[in-house]
T-cell receptor
Framework: SQQGEEDPQALSIQEGENATMNCSYK?????LQWYRQNSGRGLVHLIL???NEREKHSGRLRVTLDTSKKSSSLLITASRAADTASYFC??????????WGAGTKLIIKP | DTAVSQTPKYLVTQMGNDKSIKCEQN?????MYWYKQDSKKFLKIMFS???????INETVPNRFSPKSPDKAHLNLHINSLELGDSAVYFC?????????????FGPGTRLTVL
């Protein structure tokens, strides 16, 4: 079943702007992961944040986690055309199973 | 070197046929997965498998069966293909049972059933 729910479902912004995507989940988690999927390709792991962490950075990516609200956000700063892709959040539950959200489709306009 | 590979990349077949998709990982991971991604891009776990346990999503029809000749391979066999089986199928692997369980995905196999 889909536990995570990303919003928005689709996001279109100008190159150079920041893009923010959100993910909500329902049960307790070990960690939350964000993946990117380029059109016609497999998913690629971007960043992982543990349940006891609140913020994580990796290059132009910033992830926050609020376990009290059961939500996370992924911020991509200074977006580039190459960031155009679908972004999925996945939560690792207590059985070490990844539960996937429905994804946000991000379009960066040049 | 490709970490997780799948063959074929595209598969077009007639309804009622039986087909297999192969997956291999060279990461030394102990757990492999099969996912189905439909036209709306929903990613649905079908199976997770390590040498100890096969976990089946109960919504997966028994026409689908995973076969693992060894730790590095998890093939997906589909009997009596139906139109609704058309989707992209992804294989993935991870070193499960850890606090990370980051998954590595193959490039996908686009199955079209006519």
């Amino acid at each position: 079943s889909q536990q995570g729910e990303e919003d928005p479902q689709a996001l279109s912004i100008q190159e150079g702007e920041n893009a923010t995507m959100n993910c909500s989940y329902k049960t307790s988690i070990n960690n939350l992961q964000w993946y990117r999927q380029n059109s016609g390709r497999g998913l690629v792991h971007l960043i992982l944040i543990r349940s006891n962490e609140r913020e994580k950075h990796s290059g132009r990516l910033r992830v926050t986690l609020d376990t009290s609200k059961k939500s996370s956000s992924l911020l991509i700063t200074a977006s580039r055309a190459a960031d155009t892709a679908s972004y999925f959040c996945a939560t690792l539950d207590s059985n070490y199973q990844l539960i996937w959200g429905a994804g946000t489709k991000l379009i960066i306009k040049p | 070197d490709t970490a997780v590979s799948q063959t074929p990349k595209y598969l077009v077949t007639q309804m009622g046929n039986d087909k297999s998709i192969k997956c291999e990982q060279n990461l030394g991971h102990d757990t492999m997965y099969w996912y189905k991604q439909d036209s709306k891009k929903f990613l649905k776990i079908m199976f997770s498998y390590n040498n100890k346990e096969l976990i089946i999503n109960e919504t997966v029809p028994n026409r689908f069966s995973p076969k693992s000749p060894d730790k590095a391979h998890l093939n997906l066999h589909i009997n009596s293909l139906e139109l609704g089986d058309s989707a992209v199928y992804f294989c993935a692997s991870s070193q499960a049972g850890t606090s990370r369980n980051e998954q590595f995905f193959g490039p996908g196999t686009r199955l079209t059933v006519l």
